[in-house]
């Protein structure tokens, strides 16, 4: 598989095309919520889609900030309501993305970046094929298996439930646009980065 690799600094804003959908996937622990926080970081104009979910919320997470916490009736309701963009189940929990803020942003000319899962991520090109879709892979599974148990989140059961995940995902990286290896942090932002605005993106 051919992983694209983006060269070059971002562009001014001044220069930027306007309105434009980004989605994020890749496996679990794969370091995705590093990498948009270290986009975020430079470039704060940037908005990011929070998420709405049904797991609980693990330490330090904040209602609003990280996801919208919801109950599963709750979120129910939003999907029978057309409130959602998209809406996947993933270890045992319910994520999706609210509609209306991405719509606002993106016609306001704004870049809306979506850190979703797979499944969310193939029922975005059913709805939006516009988007630019990116899929951040790990240097290899082992690593990925090292990330995961250094983060301490997931008891051994559920770390070998994220590999097997991790390895069907892995699979389905040649669907992106564009797909970035996240070995060197510093190295990987730059590609996000460059993909995010590149001149020709939009």
Request: proline share 5%.
């Amino acid at each position: 598989m051919q992983v694209l690799s983006i060269e070059g600094a971002a562009p001014n804003d001044a220069c930027q095309p306007s309105g434009r959908l980004i989605v994020l996937t890749g496996p679990s622990g794969v370091g995705k919520g590093e990498l948009v926080r270290s986009l975020r970081q430079r470039h704060p104009q940037l908005y990011y889609s929070i998420s709405v979910t049904t797991r609980d919320p693990r330490p330090g997470e904040v209602h609003g900030k990280h996801y919208f916490f919801v109950s599963r009736s709750d979120f129910q309701s939003m999907i029978a309501q057309g409130e959602l963009l998209e809406w996947a189940e993933f270890a045992g929990n319910y994520y999706g993305t609210p509609r209306t803020a991405v719509a606002e942003q993106i016609s306001q000319g704004k870049r809306v970046l979506l850190e979703i899962e797979l499944e969310g991520a193939r029922k975005i090109k059913a709805v939006f094929p516009q988007a630019l879709r990116i899929f951040i892979l790990p240097p290899s599974l082992e690593e990925l298996q090292a990330r995961l148990r250094k983060r301490a989140q997931d008891s051994p059961e559920a770390i070998a439930r994220r590999l097997n995940r991790a390895a069907e995902e892995i699979n389905a990286a040649s669907e992106f646009d564009i797909r970035i290896i996240n070995d060197d942090l510093e190295t990987a932002v730059n590609q996000l980065e460059a993909a995010v605005f590149s001149v020709g993106s939009n």
